[in-house]
C-alpha cells in the first residue's frame, strides 16, 4: 500500500499541474490558483484522505485528463479530423477483413459441442464421382454403402451421419402459389440429432422419416421459412410438392442454423437420404453402391483416440474397396493399399467455402495490417509534430511545477482518446466495407449465414486495436513532451535548440513508403492477373447473348414428352424479333458444372490406373455451337439426319482430337466411356474449335458433345443407363440475338409460359454475368488491393507533405540567412527535394524486398503473372516517386517563396 505522504505528493503534483494548465489558458496566476485549490482542496489537508476517498480523487484526475483532451482536440479540429480519418481507415479495413475471417474462417458451427465433431474426409471434393479421387490416395466422398460399412465400424462414434456433398436446386411449390427454386441438402435420418439440433417448431427428421417406404418429409430452414412463407405457423404438417412429389412439412429449423457447412447459398430445406430415389429415379445415387457423393460427419465419443480411429476407418476403406469391381479390374487393385481417409474437425463446418476463400482471406488480413500500420505512422508522426508544436506550453507547465508522470500521462490519454474515436468511427467503415465485400464476391448470394454485421469479437478486436494503437504510438509524442526543458518557455517556442522529434519522423516516413511500395506492387499485380482472367480468350462469344435456367423434370416432363417440348422452344424462341440463334444444352459453358467420362478409342484396351482418360461432356442441341459462336474445323455439326435411330454420333474438340487420335483424322472413328465394351458407341463427325468449359484458370482438356436427339439403349448396367437418361433433361436455354430488344427478359419469360405455363424461369442474365461470376473473388481481391494501395499511397504522400513542412518551418531562419547571403530559390528548392528524395529512397531499398516476398507468397493467387512482374513492380516504384516527389516539391517550393527579412526577424 502507498504511504500517505506518497499520496499527498502525487496530489500535490496534480495542483500544480492544474495551476499551469490554468495559467496557460489566460488565467492569473492568482485565479488560477484560487479555482484550482476550489476544485482540489487544501493542500495541507491531502495527508487526512482516506483510501477510498482517494480513489474518488483519482477517478476525478482522470475526468480532468479526459476533459482536457476533449478541449484540445476541440481546439485543434483539422488535426483531430486528419487523425480521425486516418485511423478510421485503418481500422475499419481491418475490422471490416476480421469480420469475414471470424465468420468463414474462424466461426464454429452454432451446434451443440461442435469440437466433438469430426468428418470423414479433409477436402472439397465435388459432387458425384466414381473412382480413385486422388492420387495420394485421400477419399473424400463417400457412396451410401460406403458410409453405413464406415458407421458399423466404428462404435467410436456415438453417432455418424451423411449429407450430399453438393446439394441441389429444386423447383418447389405450394398450393397454387408459383413454383419457385430452393436449394436442397439429402441428410441422413440422424441428422439433426448428431448435431444436437431441435426444432424450433414442429420436429426434426429421425432415423423414421430415412427408412424405405416412410412418407416423404423435409425440415424448412428458418430464414426460408421466413422469407419465402412469411412465417406461416400452419405450413407445418402441411403439403408441398418437390420436383412434382409430395412433402410433408416436418418442421423448422432453428434460427441461425444454417447446415453443416457455410457457404454463399445455403439449404432451404433438407430432406432424408430415402426420399432421393423418388426424385432421381433410375438416377439414384442411394443405389448405386459405387457412387460417391456424401460427406459423413460424427460426434466422436470423449476418450477418442483419433489417430487410431482414422487408422481403423482407412482398414475398413481398404476392405470395401477390394469387394468393388470397379476399384480391382484392369490393374487398379494396385492402388488399394495406398487409399486411406483423414479424420478431420467439423466444428467449424465442412471446409468448403474456407478452402476456396482461405487464402484470399488472409491475403486481405495481411494487407489490411499494412494499412493500419501506415495510418499508425502517420498519427505517430501528427501527434509528434503536434508535441514539438506544444513544447512550449509543456514548459510552461513544467517550470510551475508540473510533474513529468502527469504530462506523459495526459498526452497518452489525449492519444487513446483519439485512436478509441478512430475505432468507433473504424466501426462504421468496417460495417460498409464487409457489406461491400461479401456483395462483390457473392453476389448471387441467398440466406447467406456470414453476417456483414460486426460481431462481438470483431467489436473486441476493433477495441483492442485502438487502445493498442494510441498507447503504442502515443508514446513517443508523449515521452518527448514530458523532457521539455522550462528555459525552452522563457526563450520562446521557436528558440529551441534541440529538434529530438525529427529523426523519428523521418524513420516513420520511411516505414510508410517502404509498406506503401509492398501494397502498390501487390495491388499492380492482383490488376494485372484479374484482367488476364477476364480478357483471355475463352473462345466462345458472349456479346448480345442470354441464359435462361429452367427445370423440365421439376415441372413433371418425361423423356417421351421432352423432344416435343424442345422443338416448341426452339421454334418459338426463334420466332422473337432479331433472334439468331436458339440452342438448348444441360450445362452451358464456364457455368460451374459438368458431367466427366473416361473415353475409351474403340480397338483400344482398358485404360491403366495410370492412364489419363478422362473428358468432360454434355448435350445440346443441333445450334448450340452456333449460339456460341465456335466453329466446326473439321467434319460437321449435328445435324437433322441424327435422328434416334440413326448412328449415334458425337462432336468433339481439338483437345479431345489430340490426346485420343494423335496424328491420326478423327472423323469417323468412334469411341465409348468408361467400359470396352461400350467402344464403338459413339461416332465422331465432328471437330470443334478449343473453348474453355469448365475452370477458366486451366488449360482447355478433352471435350465432346452429343445431341439431345439420341439416346444411348445400349448400356447393360443400371448406373450408366440411368444416367443416359439424365442427360436428357437440360437446364439451359441459350439465346443469341442480332440485336437485344429493350424487354429481352420479360420477352422470353412471356415466351415459355406461353408454351407451358408451369415452366419456370429458374435463372435469366447476360452470358457476360454468367463468365463474370466465375471472377467474383478475384474481383474483391483486385478492387481492396488496388483500395489498400491508394490509401496507402496516400497517406505516406501526407506523411512525407506534413515531415517537409515541419522540415521547412523548423529551419525558416535558416533559409533566411542564405537567400540573404545570395543563395537561388533553385538552391533551396534543391535543398528541401533532397531531403525528401532520400527518404523516399531508403523507403525504397527497404520496402522493394518486402514487396519481393509479398509478390511470392501472393503467387497461387495470380493468374499468367508472375509474382515477380517487372511491370507491375516498376509502376508501383514509378508511381510511389512521383507522388511523394509532389509531396516533396510544395514544401520546397514554399521554402523557396521565404521572405528573408521577415525569416530573420523570427530568429
Same mark, same amino acid.
Request: hydrophobic content about 45%.
Given at each position: ?129 466414381? %473412382? ?248 505517430? %508522426? ?254 460437321? %455439326? ?270
Amino acid at each position: 500500500m502507498r504511504r500517505r505522504s506518497d499520496l499527498a505528493e502525487e496530489l500535490a503534483s496534480h495542483l500544480k499541474m492544474a495551476i499551469a494548465d490554468r495559467i496557460a489558458r489566460g488565467q492569473s496566476p492568482a485565479d488560477a490558483r484560487a479555482s484550482a485549490l476550489r476544485e482540489f482542496g487544501s493542500v495541507p489537508m491531502i495527508a487526512d484522505v482516506t483510501r477510498e476517498q482517494w480513489r474518488w480523487l483519482r477517478l476525478d484526475l482522470l475526468v480532468q485528463d479526459l476533459r482536457y483532451a476533449l478541449r484540445q482536440l476541440y481546439r485543434s479540429p483539422g488535426f483531430t479530423v486528419t487523425v480521425v480519418l486516418t485511423l478510421a481507415l485503418g481500422i475499419g479495413a481491418n475490422s471490416a477483413i476480421f469480420t469475414l475471417v471470424h465468420g468463414i474462417l474462424l466461426r464454429s458451427l452454432p451446434v451443440n459441442d461442435p469440437s466433438r465433431l469430426y468428418r470423414i474426409g479433409d477436402k472439397d471434393d465435388c459432387c458425384y464421382f466414381n %473412382n480413385f479421387q486422388n492420387d495420394n490416395g485421400d477419399f473424400d466422398l463417400f457412396s451410401y454403402d460406403l458410409y453405413l460399412r464406415l458407421k458399423q465400424a466404428a462404435p467410436e462414434f456415438e453417432q455418424l451421419a451423411a449429407v450430399e456433398a453438393g446439394g441441389n436446386s429444386y423447383t418447389v411449390r405450394r398450393g397454387a402459389a408459383p413454383a419457385q427454386p430452393m436449394r436442397t441438402e439429402y441428410v441422413s435420418g440422424n441428422y439433426f440429432s448428431t448435431l444436437g439440433i431441435s426444432a424450433y417448431a414442429g420436429r426434426v427428421l429421425n432415423d423414421t422419416d430415412d427408412s424405405p417406404g416412410a412418407a416423404p418429409a423435409l425440415v424448412l430452414s428458418y430464414k426460408t421459412w421466413q422469407s419465402d412463407y412469411g412465417a406461416d405457423a400452419s405450413i407445418i404438417g402441411s403439403t408441398v410438392y418437390v420436383q412434382m412429389h409430395p412433402f410433408v412439412v416436418a418442421g423448422i429449423a432453428p434460427p441461425g442454423f444454417f447446415g453443416d457447412r457455410v457457404i454463399a447459398n445455403p439449404p432451404d430445406l433438407w430432406m432424408p437420404l430415402a426420399s432421393e430415389p423418388l426424385l432421381e429415379g433410375a438416377n439414384s445415387a442411394v443405389k448405386q453402391d459405387d457412387e460417391l457423393w456424401l460427406y459423413p460427419i460424427g460426434r466422436v465419443s470423449h476418450g477418442v483416440n483419433i489417430e487410431a480411429l482414422q487408422a481403423k476407418l482407412s482398414i475398413t476403406l481398404r476392405q470395401w474397396l477390394a469387394t468393388r469391381p470397379l476399384y480391382t479390374d484392369h490393374g487398379e487393385a494396385a492402388l488399394i493399399p495406398r487409399q486411406h481417409v483423414t479424420l478431420a474437425p467439423a466444428g467449424g463446418g465442412i471446409q468448403k467455402l474456407q478452402q476456396q476463400t482461405g487464402a484470399g482471406l488472409r491475403l486481405l488480413m495481411i494487407l489490411s495490417t499494412v494499412v493500419l500500420l501506415i495510418a499508425c505512422a502517420n498519427t505517430a %508522426n501528427l501527434l509528434l509534430a503536434r508535441s514539438t508544436a506544444r513544447r512550449a506550453g509543456v514548459a510552461v507547465r513544467m517550470a510551475l511545477g508540473a510533474a513529468r508522470r502527469r504530462i506523459i500521462r495526459q498526452v497518452l490519454t489525449e492519444s487513446v482518446l483519439l485512436s478509441l474515436i478512430g475505432g468507433a468511427a473504424g466501426l462504421a467503415v468496417a460495417y460498409a466495407g464487409s457489406h461491400m465485400m461479401l456483395a462483390l464476391a457473392f453476389p448471387r448470394a441467398r440466406n447467406m449465414p456470414i453476417a456483414a454485421t460486426p460481431s462481438l469479437s470483431v467489436l473486441g478486436f476493433a477495441f483492442l486495436v485502438s487502445l493498442l494503437t494510441g498507447v503504442v504510438f502515443g508514446m513517443a509524442p508523449a515521452w518527448m513532451s514530458s523532457h521539455a526543458r522550462p528555459a525552452d518557455a522563457l526563450r520562446g517556442a521557436n528558440r529551441s535548440s534541440g529538434d529530438s522529434a525529427s529523426l523519428p519522423q523521418r524513420a516513420l516516413v520511411v516505414l510508410q513508403v517502404a509498406l506503401s511500395v509492398v501494397l502498390l506492387a501487390g495491388a499492380f499485380l492482383m490488376t494485372r492477373s484479374l484482367r488476364n482472367l477476364e480478357h483471355q480468350d475463352f473462345g466462345i462469344a458472349t456479346t448480345n447473348r442470354f441464359v435462361l435456367q429452367f427445370d423440365p423434370k421439376g415441372t413433371g416432363y418425361t423423356l417421351d414428352r421432352l423432344p416435343a417440348l424442345y422443338r416448341q422452344i426452339e421454334e418459338r424462341f426463334s420466332a422473337l424479333p432479331a433472334m439468331s440463334h436458339v440452342s438448348l444444352v444441360r450445362y452451358i459453358p464456364l457455368g460451374g458444372n459438368m458431367w466427366g467420362s473416361c473415353v475409351i478409342p474403340q480397338g483400344h484396351p482398358a485404360p491403366g490406373p495410370n492412364d489419363h482418360c478422362m473428358s468432360v461432356w454434355d448435350r445440346a442441341s443441333n445450334q448450340f455451337l452456333d449460339s456460341i459462336g465456335v466453329p466446326i474445323v473439321r467434319g460437321r %455439326n449435328f445435324s437433322p439426319q441424327d435422328t434416334a435411330t440413326s448412328q449415334q454420333v458425337a462432336v468433339v474438340n481439338q483437345a479431345f482430337a489430340k490426346q485420343f487420335f494423335p496424328h491420326e483424322d478423327p472423323i469417323g472413328k468412334h469411341f465409348g466411356v468408361n467400359k470396352p465394351q461400350y467402344s464403338g458407341a459413339f461416332e465422331i463427325v465432328g471437330v470443334f474449335a478449343d473453348f474453355k468449359m469448365t475452370d477458366p484458370r486451366r488449360d482447355i482438356g478433352p471435350l465432346f458433345f452429343r445431341p439431345l436427339s439420341q439416346q444411348f439403349t445400349g448400356y447393360q448396367e443400371s448406373e450408366s443407363d440411368a444416367g443416359e437418361k439424365s442427360s436428357m433433361f437440360v437446364s439451359f436455354i441459350i439465346l443469341d440475338f442480332a440485336q437485344v430488344p429493350p424487354d429481352a427478359e420479360a420477352l422470353s419469360r412471356k415466351t415459355l409460359a406461353a408454351i407451358d405455363p408451369n415452366l419456370t424461369v429458374l435463372r435469366f442474365s447476360p452470358y457476360d454475368a454468367e463468365i463474370a461470376g466465375n471472377f467474383n473473388q478475384d474481383r474483391l481481391l483486385a478492387r481492396l488491393t488496388s483500395l489498400f494501395g491508394i490509401l496507402a499511397l496516400v497517406l505516406a504522400s501526407v506523411g512525407l507533405y506534413g515531415v517537409m513542412s515541419y522540415y521547412v518551418v523548423r529551419r525558416t531562419g535558416e533559409i533566411g540567412i542564405r537567400m540573404a547571403l545570395g543563395a537561388a530559390r533553385s538552391a533551396v528548392v534543391l535543398m528541401v527535394l533532397r531531403n525528401a528524395l532520400g527518404q523516399i529512397l531508403i523507403g525504397l531499398a527497404l520496402g522493394v524486398p518486402a514487396a519481393l516476398l509479398a509478390g511470392h507468397l501472393m503467387a497461387s493467387l495470380l493468374y499468367k503473372v508472375s509474382g515477380y512482374d517487372l511491370l507491375a513492380f516498376s509502376g508501383a516504384i514509378l508511381l510511389l516517386t512521383i507522388c511523394a516527389t509532389v509531396a516533396g516539391f510544395i514544401p520546397a517550393r514554399r521554402a523557396a517563396s521565404i521572405d528573408p527579412m521577415q525569416a530573420l526577424r523570427t530568429e
